[in-house]
């Protein structure tokens, strides 16, 4: 799988290439969908010793609290309700159930440009969460977030090349009501970038509504059915083994709909869920099955990801924790059980503990972005842009993702070897009076910029360079560019009659 | 691999736990050792085109400039010099000579409480290098290096946690003569730190001056052969594919001496090896083969270190950049080399392009550290504290290379799949009938402290404790640990009769 030349992606990058940067589209080091894989912290028996597990705790255990609606879908599939009221799944139900999924989903971008083929061990970079917080970095302050936070991060993603998809990273907590937070979330997202967005509704009346707009937006309900450019995601389970009631009722609805849903296990490891990886790991997909079994069981093949997010926690005090390195094993232990059933699957990684873009930030970000990458996670969540532990978004901090994610990407492809690569020709060539070094020849020139991935924002000049152009700060020139994208007119805004039409339908916040 | 319990690594980390931190020996999280390979950058098949092409390149190029003590060494063992001089190494005397190497090398302490083991995929972290700068953090600037900093820097070593040895990372500038520079070297690191300790010396008639102060602090000749407690580093390549005629009669006089020595190559990927990562794979292999060739037909089994250092390259300036994905897939695919040979192996990884400990220097920090630990690489050099494309070191960043290589070891230690941590039972008695949540169980009460690596300076408050503790800065921590670390006397320092005589015989620059 390293050995593969990286696919072509589309043209929207493209253009954006030719504006701002000198690489053609084929000379990319890297783009969205690489596949990953090289890395497995789970053995294959491993594997199948977690799986059974997870088939023993649906079948002895099952999930309590499934809505009257949930009960009859699944008790109709093979499912069995028993007098203490809990759903517990056969196994043989779940292997039907995992035969019928969508094994290749495809979510589409609003333009075309940007869809994410989810299969095998292809990896995609995005954002998600809902943060509350907003991170300001001039000030060294947290503030609630608001509506025009969350427009802005959508504009920000749609001119990242590796951040491939928006999903919805904080709250709107300037909108009260939470019919217009939903719907006005929809709107902010959706109109700040043309990349898949994902969203999450609090109730199941406000899916229809936001079905409209989504349908207005993409010109038709049939055209949005066709290509679905926003998935919801679904917090189905309140774990340990429980059916959310209420989003299982949104999930069905979604699903009415034509929106692909994401079926989201959050359990907190020590809290939630056992506190050692694999038993948070053992839980989550049990949870994610359950609801495979749920959407297959309403609409056979309905595209769906399975999203198996444990998370950490900090047991000395019980707060959350997504920094650390038992993070990113539980994510990249997920991919391989994803991977083990062939469906496509998320989990979380790339979010930080600290308050502020600082080397904790860094370190943070990098270890559970680059492992859920070599791990060959579909879709990585949370990825840019997450701090206090989930609690906080930073735009500069998403810019800088661009970088991180990057450099994770880079090694996600991997290292190739052919003849070409293996340079046996090239370094007889020059130590054998040839000029002892590799700076000019063709080789090293050719592929100058299709091997390697220059950072936009890290600093690799000298010391005395450095000096020399003023000592450049990291921050302040993500905050620059902050500036610089929102001062610009997005691509990605609606038609205005569209808005118009929009506008005179929802009460949208945001100013036109 | 996964599944082992880790081992116990002996009383000095105990001695110290039992005075800083709660944790009893038998508790630990991580520890030097812990065993990875669960990361594999190439394929089987990958690794026997690069082996097969490391054997063309030794059989068809050979390597030139051999000192005249080598040609003997070499020709006598069955390489064949060219009428163009340079050495070339028949397949089978590469193959002779590995099943002659050492295979298994313990990498000793000066106490006996930090010894490494170098094998299989047992992973290890420590400084290198040869910065020539100082990282000044609260001024914003770079100095140049002294005596004092590297003394410093081993004491700092002294007390991490999980910096498991100390390689000089920086010269001292102060020092114009370079045997007084080499023998103050050996001198400031020894008391600096028990544990084990690396040096590079820059002539050969360095050496045995530098041999009989170590033989006077390990209290005789005959002990410190029995326990060498300090590795050389030997550039012994200047690549491409020549050997470095005076380091080579350096890397002679420490076989003679008793001392282990680590073979490094260290081609700059596009200048001085083939800018593919598997071409300069492809060379450092062919020319650390030749090195264990060399070695082996000094003296057969003496303890060496196979060194392949690839470093990455800014083909857009030419200036050195090890910062970057790609140096962390040189690296990783180096320790597959290592473990393909079954020999022990090193190479350089954790070091950043960012001038100062900020996030840039937290992602790049990180992402070659994990990468190389969950490679298994056995010595992972130059992992703490280095800044400026290796021309800075930062004593704070050094410190809070102890969180990063922290969360790295937890991620090499991987994860446990047993009836215990797969926690079915445990599931059942949460959800049915029990609490609904895992906080209180005995699991998780139980393992709270032997599964999870708590940092010591990453910040996981929530943005309202943050605010509460006036929002503490990262390096200002550091920066405070530093003065506490270099307050105290250090435990390392030399017993005054020793240390009169060692002054005694040499002009010792660092004030007693």
Redesign the interface.
């Known amino acids: 799988m390293?050995e593969q030349t990286p696919r072509r992606s589309g043209g929207r990058a493209a253009r954006r290439a030719s504006r701002a940067a000198p690489l053609t589209e084929d000379l990319r080091p890297i783009r969205a969908g690489l596949e990953g894989g090289?890395?497995?912290?789970?053995?294959d028996a491993?594997i199948q010793?977690?799986h059974d597990?997870a088939l023993?705790?649906l079948e002895?255990?099952g999930l309590?609290d499934a809505p009257e609606s949930g009960v009859a879908y699944l008790t109709e599939a093979g499912a069995i309700q028993g007098e203490?009221g809990?759903i517990r799944f056969p196994r043989a139900l779940v292997e039907d159930m995992l035969a019928k999924a969508n094994r290749s989903v495809t979510l589409c971008s609003r333009d075309g440009q940007n869809d994410m083929e989810l299969s095998g061990t292809r990896v995609h970079y995005g954002t998600a969460g809902a943060a509350v917080?907003m991170v300001d970095v001039t000030g060294?302050e947290?503030r609630e977030s608001l509506l025009q936070d969350l427009h802005d991060a959508a504009r920000i993603v749609d001119v990242l090349d590796n951040v491939h998809f928006c999903q919805r990273p904080m709250v709107a907590r300037d909108i009260t009501d939470n019919m217009e937070m939903d719907l006005n979330t929809v709107y902010a997202a959706s109109c700040g970038t043309t990349k898949h967005i994902g969203t999450s509704f609090t109730e199941p009346h406000h899916v229809p509504p936001a079905l409209e707009m989504l349908y207005m937006i993409a010109g038709g309900e049939d055209k949005f059915r066709e290509r679905p450019f926003m998935s919801n995601s679904n917090c189905f389970v309140v774990p340990?083994?429980k059916f959310a009631t209420e989003s299982c009722q949104v999930m069905e609805e979604c699903i009415k709909g034509g929106m692909p849903v994401l079926l989201l296990s959050a359990g907190m490891a020590?809290?939630?869920?056992?506190?050692?990886?694999?038993?948070a790991?053992?839980?989550a997909t049990a949870e994610c099955l359950a609801g495979l079994v749920y959407v297959n069981a309403v609409k056979a093949g309905h595209p769906a990801i399975f999203g198996t997010w444990p998370f950490g926690l900090?047991?000395?005090?019980?707060?959350m924790?997504i920094?650390?390195?038992?993070q990113?094993?539980l994510t990249a232990?997920c991919a391989q059980m994803h991977q083990f059933y062939g469906v496509p699957g998320g989990a979380a990684a790339g979010a930080s503990?600290?308050?502020m873009?600082?080397?904790?930030?860094?370190?943070?970000?990098?270890?559970s972005n680059?492992?859920a990458g070599?791990s060959g996670l579909n879709m990585v969540y949370e990825a840019a842009g997450m701090h206090?532990?989930l609690?906080?978004f930073c735009h500069e901090?998403l810019i800088?993702a661009d970088?991180?994610i990057?450099?994770?990407?880079?090694?996600v492809r991997?290292?190739?070897?052919?003849d070409?690569?293996?340079?046996?020709d090239?370094?007889?060539e020059?130590?054998?009076g040839g000029p002892?070094?590799?700076?000019g020849?063709d080789?090293?020139l050719g592929?100058?910029q299709r091997?390697?991935?220059?950072?936009i924002?890290?600093?690799?000049?000298?010391?005395k360079e450095?000096?020399e152009n003023g000592?450049p700060?990291?921050?302040e020139k993500a905050v620059a560019r902050k500036e610089a994208i929102l001062g610009e007119r997005s691509a990605a805004r609606f038609d205005p009659v569209l808005d118009a039409e929009i506008r005179a339908k929802f009460n949208i916040h945001l100013s036109a």
């Open positions: 390293n090289t890395y497995k912290p789970l053995t491993q010793r977690i597990t023993d705790a002895q255990i309590a203490d809990r917080h060294n947290y340990p083994m020590g809290a939630t869920a056992p506190s050692t990886v694999a038993g790991i053992v839980q900090d047991l000395r005090t019980g707060a924790s920094g650390s390195g038992e990113a094993l232990g503990d600290s308050k873009p600082d080397m904790q930030a860094g370190w943070e970000q990098m270890c680059v492992m070599l206090a532990s609690l906080g901090s800088l970088d991180i990057g450099q994770a990407l880079r090694c991997g290292i190739e070897v052919d070409e690569t293996l340079a046996l090239q370094i007889k020059v130590c054998m002892g070094h590799y700076l020849t080789q090293t592929r100058m091997d390697h991935v220059y950072p924002f890290g600093d690799r000049t000298s010391p450095w000096a000592k700060d990291l921050i």
